[in-house]
């Protein structure tokens, strides 16, 4: 639970908004001005808000603190955090995206559900921490929030057209299966001069120096990484490997698990990648069906309880009467599609037809007939004629293609959307120590205050 909570209270520490009021609530005549340490545009991080981010990400690796940076590299990559979190804020309020109450509610319940509790016992396990409700609220929000900002950068830049699907699979570089990475970015700017690249080449030969005299991977992630996700030791958790991109994809089908990759140079810097594990792809084989129908639809003419009679003297006349299923099909279902051919459904897959005749469908044995049924349609009755194994394999494998082309251009994109964010962004980091001594894919070079 402490754990859960340490992970919880971070993130939506990082979120919180900045307010004008620059005291703490309540703070003693001792304590001292709760100070700005960065401006973001309009917006300002707080001392405190920086305080209870890094206090959460200490929680976090409780007990592993020997992963953690020194307090002053730490807190610098919290203070990149809650800037690049306070950037999209604010991109997605200026495009006019929100997030409703009722939207924050059934996040909540999902959170809640995911750990095994209610809302009340998450409220109070929250609360528990000394930490307000009403925040995590506020950090679901805006966790929503950058998520639509997220979808709405991708859906207007990414596109997977059919010919890039076939040049994927037919591609000698084409491999299949996952592989679980994690990674170091040291970004080059946009822009940068050679002395720039030289410099950020160099970092990247530090952070493999330290790995290989024996650091973590993972602290090596939190202390030298650039990318978002660096806090969270840069693991990138199981992706497809024909989602990597060709060049690193060459390099890890090389490595074994637990291996760690030279500086790679990609487009937008230098990269360091870690086999943790990988997993190969099998065929994908599937059971379908092959049944037929009788579906009686309720109507004005026809209540639901009429329907319902009407399907029980049609099953009466198959089961006891020994009618022909086919012949009463035609005449009375009202299925469109299938009533002209019997009621014939043809093979497929089981939730072709929906959940309700999926589940009837596993009841059945071949040859076996359903008591009536009702769905949204109305009034089923359902035979099941055979099942066979289908390989799916060819299906699947294009509809993963396309998954990972898609997600390979959605990364890329995003990547690029929150570098011209910050490269566009005025920030102002006025706590001297906490100034970064060079630049990054996360923004330009902090200004002076």
Known sequence: MKQLLATLLFAFAIALPAHAQLLAPSAPASQPLDRIVAVVNDDVILQSDLDEAAHAIEQQYAGQAGQLPPVNVLRRQVLNRLILMRLQIQKAQDQGITVSDADVDRAVQGVAQQNKLTPEQLRAAVEQQGSSFAAFRQQLADQITVQRLHQGVIQNSVSVTDSEIDNLLNSPNYKAGEVHLAHIQISIPGGA?????????????????????????????????????????????????????????????????????????????????????????????????????????????????????????????????????????????????????????????????????????????????????????????????????????????????????????????????????????????????????????????????
């Open 193 to 449: 001069d050679a002395a720039a690249i030289q410099a950020s080449q160099a970092k990247a030969e530090q952070a493999l120096a330290a790995i290989k005299g024996g650091m973590d991977f993972n602290a090596a992630a939190i202390r030298y990484s650039d990318a978002p996700d660096a806090l969270d030791g840069g693991d990138l958790g199981w992706r497809r490997m024909d989602e990597i991109p060709p060049a690193f994809a060459d390099t890890i089908s090389s490595m074994q698990p637990g291996q760690v990759s030279p500086a790679l140079r990609g487009p937008t810097g230098f990269h360091i990648l870690k086999l943790i594990g990988e997993r190969k792809g099998d065929r994908k084989m599937v059971t379908e069906y092959h049944a037929r129908q009788i579906l009686i639809k309720p109507s004005d003419l026809l209540t639901s309880a009429q329907a319902e009679q009407k399907a029980q003297d049609l099953y009466n006349r198959i089961v006891n009467k020994h009618e022909d299923f086919a012949a009463l099909a035609k005449e009375y279902s009202k299925d469109d599609t299938t009533a002209n051919l019997g009621g014939d459904m043809s093979w497929f897959q089981p939730d072709a037809w929906g959940q309700t005749i999926a589940g009837k469908l596993a009841e059945l044995k071949d040859g076996q007939v359903s008591q009536p049924f009702q769905s949204e349609a109305g009034w089923h009755i359902l035979e099941r004629l055979g099942t066979r194994q289908s390989d799916q394999t060819v299906q699947l494998e294009r509809a993963q293609a396309r998954q990972a082309i898609g997600n390979r251009k959605s990364d890329q994109a995003y990547d690029d959307f929150l570098r011209d964010l910050r490269s566009n962004a005025y920030i102002d980091i006025l706590v001297p120590e906490l100034r970064e001594t060079d630049t990054s894919a996360n923004g330009a070079t902090a200004q002076a205050g």
